[in-house]
């Protein structure tokens, strides 16, 4: 677009209107991401540059007996190949590689520390050449001998060795003891269900490939010492810094890790992975700038969303009131750490029940550690027990809502707390309203369309609505120019936009005003962008500092001689139009950069530490709310599923910005449909090993593949979850989903699936 043009077709705008919480506003960032300006952890450039290409192992479990790198460093433009036998000096402990969003327990992966090959596709090598296409050459040409020992990496065949999780990890709940006795009172129960499940474990496949950038520095900022600035793929700069510093011993000031950009995590990027260990070792090692970059392939190497087994006992009354609930589930875990996640836990939250039993279990397997991946537990535990909720409707010959409205938990029995607030009612209503559920046959195989039959399912979602900590730094200019710094990352969420929004908003400056910067280790304290905590969390914060600032210039502004605010309260006056305004008397007003001169200011600073209220949130429990409403249309002869159409109602706090608010819950309604329909990782249990590593043969839902979906998201206010009022909506977009695509199938062909995902081969 040449500028004339650029000017036309802004003149062609209205101007725009005052910056505020609940309007749409799109992404401050989507022109420099759509253009290719913006530039993520493999694109940063840099003369002299070195190309790390990893080489991971074939075998599930060993030892290394020899790896000859011979061959490979003959290859001209080749400058090194790392292996456990020649990498640089590393701490071995495990405490130095626990990282924020580890378990408290157990030992995190360290990349070529030893001999031991611990899983299928372990890195063991990384070969360092001048070019991508030396080094790429190069990985195939590097000798690898694994004494092979005996491994287990088959869930349901080593399901008899389940034992309680020991790792602790922060925001883990065990399950809640016993509340009645759920087995009598199953017994006991004149309609019944019993369901076991089975979920296969799913890859995160984020767009952009995990990567790492180290620009390698002889002499740091400060002078002395060399200094590494990361451009790294995270969820957290602050945490890959603290990993980075302690595993190679260097101060945290010669560190700085970079994340302004990133294409997509969905927890892939929570921990730190060895890409980042690697391409820091080889930098270190041989004292230039160096680039880790995974294939998709490799992509399926560090972690994934644990397999899970689950099974659900329900035991009803006639009229469909909930009189027992079992909810026993055993997912994987590495040999190496306990990885934990809330699964059964929320069966005791959603419904209304005297006798339930919750347990969950651990499989430990020669597999690399699960991560958390989007609504983790939630997204495997909720489906159990909405598709059995579905299973007694039916049983009971009940309308599914009907029966969730029955059952409908005023209060959480797990923690015998209220919630802080919960409009799941409202959600129920309003999606089952737009959707038009009242017009649903009670029948399965009622409705056909062509060769097709037709079947309208629902589900009821819930998430934590969860806060962390963070420090916002505010500095309004002398030009008026607004600069806020945090360390918060945006992965691809939102949260520059957001963020910008919520300081616009409160300062009543038009964005072009205000600048947001994320995304640098550098900047004040900021968690990793996880658990949909980051716009409660670092929106808290930004609102914060804001009130703050406007504090600061009401005071100045009172003191000058002769001020129409010396009189009055902070709450009278108002921000807008890039000035002070009394709240009753809009003439009255100044603006911000004249308060700042008056009073001999070339700038105005203020920071902001955000913690949660522990104290008043403790006697709450907080927590995000769903119904997911959906139509398919299945092909019998072929299994072939169709989702038609989605409505979801999402209750969530305060919701900042409808637009993009509203594209992560699409997001995560396509995540959804892709567990239902057809993402799945196939281990060969021979070799131990995941098959299907590619996106040809690992399959996520394309366009072709989604329907209409619709989100409405309900009113609902919180005072208690955060300040702003906001509870987050990341990860609630996928949680009951796929129980929602499988109660329609079951209402369309009277099929219940109880294996995810439904592909063709069950659904025929
Ligand atoms: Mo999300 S699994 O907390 O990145």
């Known amino acids: 677009m040449n500028d004339r043009s650029r000017d036309t077709f802004f003149t062609l705008l209205p101007p725009p209107p005052q910056v505020a919480l609940g309007m749409e506003l799109p992404r401050l960032d989507g022109h420099a991401k759509v253009t290719g300006a913006a530039r993520y952890a493999a694109e940063h450039p840099q003369a002299g540059l070195l190309y790390g290409v990893v080489v991971n192992t074939a075998a599930a479990r060993g030892r290394i007996e020899r790896i000859s790198t011979r061959r490979a460093l003959a290859v001209p433009g080749v400058v090194d190949v790392l292996t456990h036998e020649n990498r640089p000096r590393m701490r071995s402990l495990d405490l130095f590689y626990k990282d924020m969003t580890a378990p ?33 050459y190069a990985a195939t040409l590097v000798e690898v001998e694994v004494a092979a020992e005996p491994h287990e990496t088959d869930l349901l065949a080593q399901l008899h060795t389940a034992r309680q999780p020991s790792a602790l990890r922060a925001g883990f709940k065990s399950p809640p003891k016993q509340r009645g006795d759920a087995d009598r009172a199953w017994h006991a129960a004149p309609v019944q ?10 890859h995160h496949n984020p767009m952009e490939m995990h990567a790492t950038t180290v620009l390698y520095a002889a002499r740091g900022p400060a002078g002395k010492g060399s200094h590494l600035t990361i451009h790294d793929k995270t969820q957290g700069s602050q945490n890959v810094r603290s990993v980075v510093s302690r595993v190679f011993g260097l101060p945290e000031s010669r560190v700085t890790v970079r994340n302004t950009f990133v294409g997509g995590a969905f927890g892939s990027g929570l921990r730190p992975q060895y890409p980042l260990l690697l391409a820091v070792m080889a930098a270190l090692k041989l004292k230039q700038s160096v680039r880790v970059v995974l294939t998709r392939p490799q992509m399926f190497t560090f972690g994934h969303r644990p397999e899970l087994w689950q099974r659900v006992r329900l035991g009803a009354q006639r009229d469909g009131r909930l009189t027992a609930l079992l909810h026993d589930a055993a997912g994987t875990t590495s040999r190496r750490e306990d990885h934990v996640e809330v699964v059964v836990n929320w069966s005791g939250q959603l419904y209304r029940c005297d006798n339930v039993r ?21 997204a495997q535990g909720v489906h159990a027990i909405e598709v059995a909720m579905d299973e007694l409707a039916h049983r009971l010959g009940m309308d599914p809502l009907a029966l969730r409205l029955k059952n409908y938990a005023e209060h959480d029995a797990n923690e015998d707390l209220p919630f802080s607030s919960k409009e799941l009612r409202a959600c129920y209503q309003q999606a089952a309203q737009r959707f038009g559920w009242e017009r649903r046959p009670p029948r399965p195989r009622a409705w056909r369309h062509g060769r097709e039959l037709v079947g309208w399912g629902m589900a009821t979602g819930t998430w934590d609505a969860l806060q962390m900590f963070a420090r916002v730094q505010a500095v309004l200019q002398a030009d008026g120019q607004l600069v806020l710094r945090t360390a918060a990352s945006d992965i691809g969420t939102g949260t520059l936009t957001v963020m910008t929004q919520i300081a616009a908003a409160a300062m009543g400056l038009p964005l072009s005003q205000v600048r947001f910067e994320l995304g640098d280790s550098t900047l004040p304290v900021a968690p990793v962008e996880g658990g949909s905590s980051h716009v409660a969390t670092v ?226």
């Open 358 to 378: 919750l347990d969950y279990k651990l499989v430990p397997l020669d597999l690399h550690s699960p991560m958390d991946m989007r609504a983790p537990g939630a």
């Open 539 to 764: 929106g808290s914060a930004v609102q914060g500092v804001c009130e703050r600032l406007q504090r600061r210039l009401w005071s100045m502004a009172r003191q000058q001689p002769g001020s129409p605010f010396a009189t009055g309260r902070f709450h009278d006056v108002g921000f807008a139009d890039g000035c002070m305004h009394l709240r009753f008397e809009r003439d009255v007003t100044v603006r911000l950069t004249d308060i700042l001169a008056a009073a001999g200011h070339s700038t105005l600073e203020e920071k902001y530490l955000l913690l949660p209220a522990v104290l008043k949130q403790r006697k709450y429990t907080r927590a995000v709310h769903s119904a997911v409403f959906c139509e398919v249309h299945v092909d019998e002869t072929l299994g072939t599923v169709r989702v038609t159409r989605v409505v979801i109602a999402v209750a969530a706090g305060r919701i900042i910005n409808p637009l993009t608010a509203r594209s992560q819950v699409i997001g995560g309604v396509v995540w959804g449909i892709g567990q239902a329909l057809h993402e799945e990782t196939l281990a060969d249990h021979t070799l131990g090993r995941f098959m299907n590593h590619d996106l040809a043969q690992y399959h996520v839902p394309v366009n072709a593949d989604i329907g209409d979906i619709e989100v409405v998201f309900v009113e609902e206010k919180d005072t208690i979850a955060s300040r702003l009022g906001a509870k987050g909506v990341g990860e609630i977009g996928i949680v009951g989903v796929a129980a929602a695509v499988c109660n329609a199938i079951h209402h369309a062909t009277g099929r219940r699936i109880l294996s995810l995902p439904m592909t063709p081969d069950k659904v025929m």
């Open 104 to 136: 408290v327990t157990g030992s995190p992966f360290k990349p070529l520390h030893d001999a031991q090959v611990h899983c299928s596709g372990q890195p063991v090598a990384l070969v360092v050449a001048r070019s991508f296409e030396a080094a790429r």
């Open 193 to 202: 269900v019993d369901a076991a499940f089975h979920l296969r474990p799913e």
